[in-house]
Structures are given as C-alpha cells and as structure tokens.
C-alpha cells in the first residue's frame, strides 16, 4: 500500500522545477523543512534517491528522480481534473458558477511568435476561463519539446517538428516575407524577389530553424546567403532593418509596422513559391491533456488561421 500523498508529489515537483528548496518554498508558501521532509519521505517510500544535494540547498534530480517528477506532474494534472469533475457534477460549476474549466495551465509558445499570438490569445481565453491559472513559458523549438517531454507544459504553439513521441496540428500557414526599411526603394511593391535585393546587405534572424530555412530560400533562388549581420533578436534585427542597414527576412509580422526603436517598415511578400512555415500545436503523445489544455487548443483552433492571425499584419497590405 502507497503511503504518499498528492501534497507530499506537489512539493516534490515545486523542487525539481525550482531547483532549490528555498525558492521551491517560497512559490508554493510552505516552510523550507516542509518541502524537505517531503522530499525525504517519498524518497523512503520509493527507495530511490531523487535529488542530489548541493552546497546553499541547491537540487539536481537524479535519473530516477527526473522520471518521477514526469509522472507527478501527470498524476497532480489527473487529480485536478478529477476535482474539477467532481465540481461540476456537484452542480457548482467551473471556478465555482463562474464559467469556464479550471485548474494550471502550461502554455509554451515559440518566442519570436509569442509577443504577437499570446497577448490575445491569453486574454480572450482567461476572459472566458477566469479559474484556469495560466503560466507561460517563451522558448525555442528545441526547447519546447524538451520541457513538452518532462511534463513542465502542456502544449506549445510553435512551427512543425518532426519528432515520434510529438505530436503537431497545423493551424495556420506563415509565408516568409522580406521586412525593409519604409523608405526602402522597393517599400511601396507589393512582392519582391530576393534577386532584386542581391546588392542589399542580409540581416539574419540567426536562429536554428530560422536560419535553415532562410538558407533553403537562397539556395532555391540559386543566390548566395551571405549575411552582412545578424542576431538572435527578431526586435534587434526589426530595429536594423528600420535604420536602413540591409533588409532580413521574416515569418512573424507585428501588425504595428514599426521596429523596436520607432523606425517604419514594410513588409514585402516573396516573389517565389516557397514552402510556407506551419504553426500549430506541439503536444507529447504519451501524455493525456487536461481540461484546461484541451480547452485551451480549441479556443486557439477556433481564432488562428492563415488568414487570421493575432497580432499580425496582413502582407502586402499597406495601413491606411
């Protein structure tokens, strides 16, 4: 007979993601020998060690631990939708008559698509779900999938990834563009091809996948990639571009036309038939959602599409 409980498992995995007992105790307002002498315990009852110890109560999870800390996170997910059930079979409703699901809820969201696609999106669903508590996690691919296969989100939107154990329902389709300066000779085309930019300086989102696939356009156009500069930063690059020192090319494009440091820009829609980027939801296959998450994909099935898109401007489409 088990002799642990789900208060014993949510201490546990407060520690794991915090990394620390003192910062573990703080997020879930519980004194730090609390979290300990949990920790201790599930350790006693399932004969393994979780954690290795570190100097000023710092934690790492042991092999068996990070395992554990997969299957806590399920298991507390399991158990709040079973006591939101519970609720609404009682009569009383989500959040307690106030509509909606309740319970956390862990959104991940590609970081150059997240300040555009989020805010909105956030919004509209709390509106709706005002018992759901929401955290959201901006990262890169690679690292959504990895936190998609640990349990720390529940789903992620982001481009395709080609992975088994991942499963990707494609939303939308996002062209890539060029961004140029407003006063860019080229600004007031509707289309573009890269060859007419060939003596323009390329600034380079430098990104794993951004990167590759901004190289395949090139290469399609039988045309040199060789970037005059480039950054990690879709809002420094935004910013280079609007001080007219090259044009880049993009998929995410504010509906503001402005850069970062208040210069104006146009977006220019590519002359080729290249592939166009797919954004979508990124969900772990062994793992069952919960209420929350599921409703949170149909809320986002429902308000993305090609041809609507939070946050973004249409291309070709000068504001009047």
Do not use: W
């Amino acid at each position: 007979m088990t002799r642990f409980t789900l208060k014993q498992l949510a201490y546990f995995v407060a520690a794991g993601e915090a990394g620390s007992v003192t910062l573990a105790a703080g997020r879930v307002h519980i004194s730090q020998p609390s979290i300990s002498a949990a920790i201790a315990a599930l350790e006693d009852e399932f004969g393994v060690q979780l954690f290795v110890r570190h100097h000023a109560q710092g934690l790492s999870p042991t092999p068996a631990g990070e395992r554990l800390l997969i299957a806590a996170r399920d298991l507390l997910r399991t158990a709040d939708d079973l006591g939101n059930l519970a609720r609404d079979m009682a009569g009383g409703g989500a959040g307690g008559g106030a509509g909606g699901v309740v319970g956390p809820l862990r959104i991940g969201a590609f970081r150059t698509l997240s300040p555009l696609i989020l805010p909105e999106l956030v919004a509209g669903f709390a509106a709706a779900n005002p018992g759901v508590d929401l955290t959201m996690v901006e990262h890169d691919e690679a690292e959504l999938v990895a936190r998609l296969r640990k349990g720390e989100i529940d789903l992620a939107l982001s481009y395709a990834q080609a992975a088994d154990d991942i499963a990707f329902e494609c939303l939308a389709e996002l062209p890539t563009h060029v961004v140029v300066a407003a006063d860019h000779p080229l600004a007031g085309r509707r289309t573009v091809a890269l060859a007419d930019l060939a003596d323009d300086p390329f600034i380079l989102l430098d990104m794993p996948v951004s990167r590759d696939t901004f190289r395949a356009l090139f290469d399609a156009a039988g045309l040199p990639m060789r970037p005059a500069a480039r950054s990690d930063q879709p809002e420094t690059i935004r910013s280079m571009v609007g001080s007219g020192l090259g044009y880049a090319l993009m998929t995410a494009r504010p509906a503001a036309r402005v850069a970062a440091n208040g210069r104006p820009l146009a977006y220019l829609a590519l002359d080729e038939a290249f592939a166009p980027m797919q954004l979508g939801i990124l969900t772990a296959r062994s793992r069952r959602q919960t209420r929350a998450a599921t409703a949170f994909a149909d809320f986002c099935r429902a308000r993305i599409a090609t041809d609507r898109l939070p946050g973004m401007a249409d291309l070709g489409v000068t504001p009047a």
